[in-house]
């Protein structure tokens, strides 16, 4: 029934429908979901991720703060390989060195299904630590989206997907071999900052029906 995404005609047409039962119209194809950022290796990164599908196209809107400046900050969907995508947590920590490092986390929340950052693989081009607004990609075959294998398949649903934002300082003694924490200070660009998983954005509606 709506097919734009026009802020205004949205809000008018929110407004005609106020106090009206929520309309049974198929909304599938324009869900949001949308992951808020879990902080990881306490980097301190906060805020949250929004999918948009339309169409063939994908809208990633970012809302996030307290990256390291002025570094590069990687960020992937991930979900590949793994049935739910999660973010890591302490019993993932296989090395026991108090942080949760790119290939212990992958066991939870997969491999990469898209690279974000368009080509110098930087979310935060400006690197003032912030990002925000949004970046539109192109899932049809010219594309080309999708790192390595990975295909449209696998980001479906948009819910069971994740994602893992990248890189952050060490000091000297921080973690212990494997891994990027590894006794050696620097920037570690692969160690996870923030995972987030994806949730569908209304899955609250039913809260319309209740009298
Ligand atoms: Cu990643």
């Given at each position: 029934m709506?097919?734009q995404t026009n802020?205004?005609a ?13 309309p049974a119209?198929?909304?599938?194809q ?5 992951a808020?950022l879990?902080?990881?290796?306490e980097s301190?990164?906060?805020g949250?991720?929004t999918?948009?599908p339309?169409?063939?196209y994908?809208d990633?809107?970012?809302?996030v703060m ?7 900050h990687?960020?992937h969907?991930h979900g590949l390989?793994v049935?739910?995508?999660a973010?890591?947590t302490?019993s ?10 790119l290939l212990?986390?992958a066991?939870v929340?997969?491999?990469i299904?898209?690279t ?6 930087d ?6 630590g912030?990002v925000?607004g949004?970046?539109?990609l ?6 080309n989206?999708?790192?390595g294998d990975?295909?449209r398949?696998?980001l479906?649903?948009?819910?069971r997907?994740?994602i ?6 060490l000091?000297e ?5 494997p ?5 050696t200070?620097g920037y ?6 923030a ?6 954005d209304?899955?609250d509606?039913?809260e319309f029906?209740?009298p």
């Open positions: 709506i097919k802020p205004l949205l809000a008018l047409v929110g407004a005609v429908m106020v106090g009206a039962p929520a119209q198929d909304t599938r324009n869900d949001s979901y949308t808020d879990q902080t990881l290796n301190g990164v906060t949250t991720v999918l948009s339309r169409g063939r994908l990633v809107t970012y809302d307290g990256l390291e400046e002025d570094q590069p990687a960020a969907i390989g049935k739910d995508a973010c890591p302490a993932q920590d296989t090395d026991e060195d108090g942080f949760l490092e212990e986390g066991a929340y997969g491999g299904i898209i974000l950052g368009g080509g110098d693989n979310i935060d081009d400006d690197g003032d912030m925000s949004t970046v539109t192109d899932l049809s075959a010219k594309g989206a999708f790192t990975a295909t398949g696998d479906q649903p948009l819910g997907t994740e893992v934002i990248h890189g952050l300082t000091e003694n921080d973690g212990t071999l891994g990027e924490a590894d006794g200070a570690k660009a692969f160690l996870p900052v995972c987030g998983s994806f949730e569908r209304n899955d509606s039913l029906r209740t």
